[in-house]
Structure formats: C-alpha cells, structure tokens
C-alpha cells in the first residue's frame, strides 16, 4: 500500500471513501467527487507527496448496470517514482460531471476531451471542452458507454447520409469561424446559424 | 547640346481607382495597405505529407507568424477500446498492431505484459529476452522513420533513404520470425506466437555490427549540418517543468532534461540487468529530440547485443494448458490436450476480476495498457494510454510564435503516428 494513501485519510477523513491494492500492485483511492480538486492539488503541492505528473486520464463503465461509472486518474511523482491511482465514482443515471484537473495538469486538456467524447462525462471549468476523436456534430452519443451498440446506432445508410449532408463549415469549429478573416462574408444566414451555436447541419434520425 | 535621361520604371499592367487601364509601378509606395493585425486562416490537412498521417491543423497567421494552432485528430479512429471489449485476450493482440503501426512488436509486447500482470502469470526467461529483442528492434524501426520523415520535412533526402534501407532489414528479420512485416501479433498471452527461426540471430548479428555504420553517416551528414541546426535549433521550446505539465513522455520528455525512462525507473522485461544509458537533452527543442533519438538507437543496438549474448535455451511459452494452446499434434492425439484446446478457443483465457496497469517505454513514449476484469475472458475495459496523443497535444504551446515552416518542424519532431492518436 502507497504510503500516501493513509496520509489521505487523515488530511481528507470521510472525502477519502476505501482504498484498495489492485493487481498490478498500484494502491487505488476512491475520492467523493466534489472533494476531487482539493485531493489533485494537496497530490501535487504537498512536499513529500509531490505528484507533479499525471500519467493519464481514463474511464471504467462495468457491465454491471448497478455499478458506477469511474473516472480515473494515474498520477506519478516523478521524483520519487511513485504511482498512485485515484477514482471518482460517479452514478451514470445522473448528469456526469466532475471538475477539471486541467489548472494543475495542462496535459489533461486531450485526455479529458477523450473522456468526454468517449463517456459523455462533462468537466466543469475544461476550456474547451469539445469532442476530440468523435466529430462535432456526432448525434449518437458517446461510444464507449456499454449501452452503446458496438456498430453504432445509426445504420450505416443513415450515417453515410449524413456525412454527405453535413455543411462544409462544420467542419471548423465555431471559435475558428469566428477568428477568420472571412467572417464578415459569410453568408447571412449562416453567420447566424454559427451565431446560434449551429455547427452544421445534422438531419433528423428516421 | 542637352543630355536626355530616361527614367526606367519597373511597372505592371493594372487598373487605376476609375476602372481605366495604366501601369502600376513595383517600387514601394506610400499607400502600401496596412496588413499587421490582418489574421489568416490556413487549413492544414488531413490529407498532407508534412502532417505524418490524416492530422488536421487548423492554423491562424499572422504573417508567417503562427499566432495559434488548433489541431484536429480523429479522422483515423477505429473504436479499438471498444473493439476489445468484444474480444478475448489473445483476440486483442491484432488490435495493437495496427494502433502505433510503426512499432508493432512493441505494442504486443506492451497489451501482453499488461494482461500477464492481471492474471498473475510468470512469463520464461527466453520468451522474455525474445521480447527484449522484440521491443529494441521496434524502437529502431520507429526511430529511423521518424529520422527520415523529419530530415524529409525540412529537406534533407538522403538521410530518408539510408534510414528507410535499415528499416528494411529489420522488417526482413521481423518477417522471418512472425511471417509479417507490419502485422506482426507476435505475442500470446503468457508466451510468443513462435520461436524464432535457425537464421534469425545471425542475421540480428549482422545487423547490429553493420547499423552503428549507418547512425554514423546520419549523425555526419546532419548533425554538425549548418542547415539542420539553424532549422531545429530554439524551435519548439518546452522546458522541463512545461514538459512535466503537459504529460510528456519518451524522447520528448527526455529532450526536456527530465530523465524519466520506464526502463529504467519502473523496469520490466529484466531492463535493470542490461547495461545502456538514457540519453537526455538540455533545451528542450527540436534539435534535442533529434539528439535523443539517434542516441536511443545506437543505445537499443547496444541492448540487442546483450540480448543476443545472453538468448537462453528453453520453452518460450509457460507451461500452463489453460493459458497456452497444446500443439496440435497433442491436441489430435491426447484427451486431455485436446479438451483445453477446445475450451480456449472457445472460451478464452480468463482473467480474475480486478485491473492491471503496465506501462512500458515505446518509442514515442510510455505506452500504458490498462485493463479492468470482470472475471470473463473479455475485459471490462482495455485503455491505451497513447505516447503520441498526449505528446501531441502539447503542440499548440510548441508552435506559437514560430513561424509557418517551424510548425512542420515541431510537428514532426512530436513523432506522432495517427494509427494510435486515434484509435
């Protein structure tokens, strides 16, 4: 067991939930979701804790519909070569949402994104929290879920339709429209399609 | 007697404001318009050489002055993380050739040692020195496309094809051991697909005396290259603790001045019982990761070597019929061999419920393989931590304030291959 795990417990008392040893030998700490910030930045700024690298960003949906949906994150201390592995459990018949670690770690940017765009879980205070892997107007929702059909939802007919349909312009995201020169002549009705938050034009499923 | 000049004007045809023909001279003139402050747009990709694969770079200029890049990936995503949940075990290992495509045999070495860790199995010692062997020559491999790619990118030719010439023997070694060039699923679970053939350590042999000659040439041609330094030299800064922030790892880390190798901090595969260094840069730029890199190569030569000195006798895969297939012959011909064929092929191998990290040093970086279990022979979740996804997100922050051709530089000098960005 990761020595800093009891050093958790006794700074963070009943924030911290169980802690367990996984088959790799890494130790994994359960964090209440909205202590999560608090748990990242005491990991990184404490002196003798310091976990100044964070290895990746991930999500765990289990068969299992009872149980929850995890975030986890691989933290590292570079220095010291120690590992630790926290997870937030989140209920998915809730809204998913759990804050961003993005203002300790800049490399969370991407792997939140992939986590969003995978899983649908929203990171409140990301800055730019847009799909990453999936495009932007994807409709069928978030693929690694284990509700999701390992084919799509859409048939294939309805998919290529769709991207035959999609307007060039959705293929640039709405802050790069709007720093583009040209956006003064872009026609009308589309400035203001962009203007609505529109990224392009998605027909209705049949 | 009067002398006459005449005044030579360098002129174009044009209009003048009333629509009329007149000529519009070429020297400066006072009313040049104003351009600072006038952005562009420019569209990069997907489909571009200089993007290494289907990457989009959404870039505003100002000038020729990158004022922001915003990259786009995704475009090559084939839903591999979900494919594996579908799949046994030793199912998944196609899967990860085809994800870092330059590397293959690392990344079967990498999803086995992961799976091998959940379910608690000791793997022998020649399949783990075969594995070794395996790791290093990718690490080769890999670099020396990236080598020729980049010395591509900003105009050297030639080193692209000595180092394409290296990969070619290597590929001839990988196909005589696995039947495939690039495709390679040379692992299994708890061993290797095959042992290797009569020709293949002295064939690895000859390579890893005659390589050092060729790094050699690079390292003469390129870099003492007063064209080579100027374009890679100060470009794409990251300093150690940006690098540390943005969850950098292999070559780009170490050029950074963080001496963070997996190998050797976290080993695995027996790593602390082979003698090599870990080369580290000092600036962070891309001149450093090309330092690094070349560097690594003549390290993973040196490891080879070891590995062939020390290649033992002895089965490759563990002796554990639930694990490992019978031969067929013993399947056709013994009750019991043929009753565990049966029940892995149709079944697979099961895993105990739980979740095994391992992260291993890949030649873009660490390359981590995350599996939770549920007890079946499907895993619950399989991630791959992806080097070159997370390396390339720190590239908006490398190429701002550099110019234009400087984003090619940088870009390349991330070592991305799109297979295992997207998945």
């Not at chain 2, 495939?180 to 009569?198: E, H, K, N």
């Amino acid at each position: 067991m990761n020595p800093t795990a009891p050093a958790l417990q006794a700074t963070f008392g009943t924030a911290i939930g169980r802690t367990a040893v996984a088959r790799d030998g890494e130790t994994v700490v359960y964090v209440a979701p909205d202590r999560l910030l608090d748990v990242m930045r005491w990991l990184r700024e404490t002196p003798g804790q310091e976990y100044d690298y964070l290895v990746d960003v991930t999500a765990v949906e289990y068969r299992d519909r009872e149980r929850p949906l995890e975030v986890v994150y691989f933290v590292r201390s570079l220095a010291r070569r120690a590992d630790l592995r926290v997870k937030v459990e989140l209920d998915p018949a809730a809204e998913l949402s759990v804050d961003s670690v993005w203002d300790l770690w800049h490399g969370a940017d991407w792997l939140e994104r992939e986590v969003y765009d995978m899983f649908g879980v929203a990171f409140r205070g990301h800055p730019d929290l847009r799909r990453i892997l999936m495009w932007e107007t994807y409709a069928e929702g978030y693929p690694l879920r284990k509700d999701f059909p390992l084919r799509g939802r859409f048939s294939r007919a309805e998919q290529v339709r769709q991207a035959l349909n999609a307007n060039p312009e959705a293929h640039y995201s709405l802050e790069e429209l709007s720093i583009a020169d040209g956006f003064a002549e872009l026609p009308a009705e589309m400035r203001e399609r962009l203007r609505r938050g529109e990224r392009g034009n998605v027909p209705d499923s049949p | 007697m009067t002398k006459r000049t005449v005044e030579l004007e360098l002129a174009t045809p044009g209009l003048d404001p009333g629509g009329e023909a007149t000529r519009v001279p070429l020297t400066a003139t006072a009313e040049e318009p104003d351009l600072a402050g006038e952005h562009l747009l420019v569209n990069l990709g997907p489909q571009h050489p200089a993007t290494h694969g289907v990457l989009r770079l959404v870039v505003e200029l100002d000038g020729e002055t990158v004022v922001r890049c915003i990259p786009h990936v995704g475009y090559l995503h084939s839903g591999f993380e979900k494919l594996g949940e579908y799949r046994h075990y030793n199912q998944i290992i196609p899967l990860t050739d085809r994800t870092d495509y330059l590397s293959p045999m690392a990344n079967n070495v990498g999803m086995a040692l992961a799976a091998e860790r959940l379910m608690g199995i000791e793997i022998t010692p020649r399949c783990t020195v075969l594995r070794v062997i395996a790791c290093e020559m990718s690490r080769i491999i890999s670099h020396m496309v990236w080598l020729g790619t980049t010395s591509i990118d900003l105009g050297a030719f030639t080193p692209f094809l000595w180092a394409f010439q290296e990969r070619e023997r290597i590929y001839d070694l990988q196909e005589m051991w696995t039947g495939a060039r690039l495709t390679t699923s040379v692992t299994r679970v708890g061993g290797l697909m095959a042992d290797i053939p009569d020709q293949f350590v002295e064939g690895l042999r000859h390579f890893t005396r005659t390589f050092p000659k060729t790094l050699a040439e690079i390292d003469r041609v390129l870099t003492r290259n007063a064209v080579w330094a100027g374009r890679t030299q100060g470009i794409g800064v990251m300093t150690a603790a940006e690098a540390i922030n943005y969850s950098l790892s292999g070559p780009m880390l170490r050029a950074s001045g963080v001496p963070y190798d997996v190998r050797k901090d976290k080993p695995y595969l027996g790593y602390e019982t082979y003698e090599f260094d870990v080369p580290v840069g000092e600036h962070g730029d891309v001149y450093d990761r090309y330092l690094v890199r070349l560097e690594e190569c003549h390290q993973a030569n040196r490891i080879l070597e070891q590995a062939l000195d020390r290649l033992p006798d002895g089965p490759i895969n563990v002796s554990d019929p639930r694990v490992i297939l019978p031969s067929k012959s013993r399947a056709m011909s013994d009750m019991e061999a043929m009753i565990f064929h049966f029940k892995q092929v149709m079944e697979g191998v099961k895993a105990p419920v739980g979740e095994a990290y391992v992260g291993i040093e890949n030649p873009k970086g660490e390359l981590g393989n995350y599996f939770v279990s549920d007890g079946s022979a499907k895993p619950v979740r399989w991630r791959i931590r992806p080097p070159s996804f997370i390396n390339l997100s720190a590239l908006p922050k490398m190429a701002e304030g550099h110019l234009l051709s400087d984003l090619i530089a940088i870009n390349a000098s991330v070592d991305i291959v799109m297979g295992e960005v997207d998945r």
